[in-house]
T-cell receptor, first 113, second 113 residues
Framework: AQSVTQLDSHVSVSEGTPVLLRCNYS??????LFWYVQHPNKGLQLLLK??????LVKGINGFEAEFKKSETSFHLTKPSAHMSDAAEYFC???????????FGSGTRLSIRP | KAGVTQTPRYLIKTRGQQVTLSCSPI?????VSWYQQTPGQGLQFLFE???????NKGNFPGRFSGRQFSNSRSEMNVSTLELGDSALYLC????????????FGSGTRLTVV
């Protein structure tokens, strides 16, 4: 069975400092992994996806994530936080179906001025 | 390219009533999925339609139903509304399925009173 765990429900960083949002997954086969972002009162936007090509995946707005099979992790990082990055972030793993994916519980990112 | 359009954006209904939500996917996308988002349960998968056929279904009661039309537009219906159905309902579309990444709409905020 597939599952995904976001290790922090809330992360707070200062503007201009690095961001790290942690995600561990469990999958019985080679998964597809995604990060989505949700700004207040908005739908979700795809940040980046891993689909068994390069293990370091670059996404939009300066975000990137590294797939580490040995650690079953897919952490999201950004070198320098911006106020506009404040949002909820969801790590997602594909289930054993083309149409079903599993969302993590979300990490709320706050940015301090 | 127009995004995923959900109507209405906000809805207030009374317990026992029924409601229909609408979703227009990105042109050319044949896969449409529906999710329920609540603070307590997070994002939960309702169902997915692909070329007018329900391809996958989540663990929701039969009061929740959906359909997809030949132009890929989708509707979701909830009958005999309960207070617990209050949520943000998100529609997502993809050209092939969830494993390839979704584009989400802004959602319909349903409040049941």
């Amino acid at each position: 069975a597939q599952s995904v765990t976001q290790l922090d429900s809330h992360v707070s960083v200062s503007e201009g400092t690095p961001v790290l949002l942690r995600c561990n997954y469990s999958s019985s086969y080679s998964p597809s992994l995604f990060w989505y972002v949700q700004h207040p009162n908005k739908g979700l936007q795809l940040l980046l996806k891993y689909t068994s090509a390069a293990t370091l995946v670059k996404g939009i707005n300066g975000f990137e994530a590294e797939f580490k099979k040995s650690e079953t992790s897919f952490h999201l990082t950004k070198p320098s936080a911006h106020m506009s990055d404040a949002a909820e972030y969801f790590c997602v793993v594909s289930a054993n179906s083309a149409s079903k994916i599993i969302f993590g519980s979300g990490t709320r990112l706050s940015i301090r001025p | 390219k127009a995004g995923v359009t959900q109507t209405p954006r906000y809805l207030i209904k009374t317990r026992g009533q029924q409601v229909t939500l609408s979703c227009s996917p990105i042109s050319g996308h044949r896969s449409v999925s529906w999710y329920q988002q609540t603070p307590g349960q997070g994002l939960q998968f309702l169902f997915e339609y692909f070329s007018e056929t329900q391809r996958n279904k989540g663990n929701f009661p039969g009061r929740f139903s959906g359909r997809q039309f030949s132009n890929s537009r989708s509707e979701m219906n909830v009958s005999t509304l309960e207070l617990g159905d209050s949520a943000l309902y998100l529609c997502a579309s993809s050209d092939r399925g969830a494993n390839y990444g979704y584009t989400f709409g802004s959602g319909t905020r349903l409040t049941v009173v």
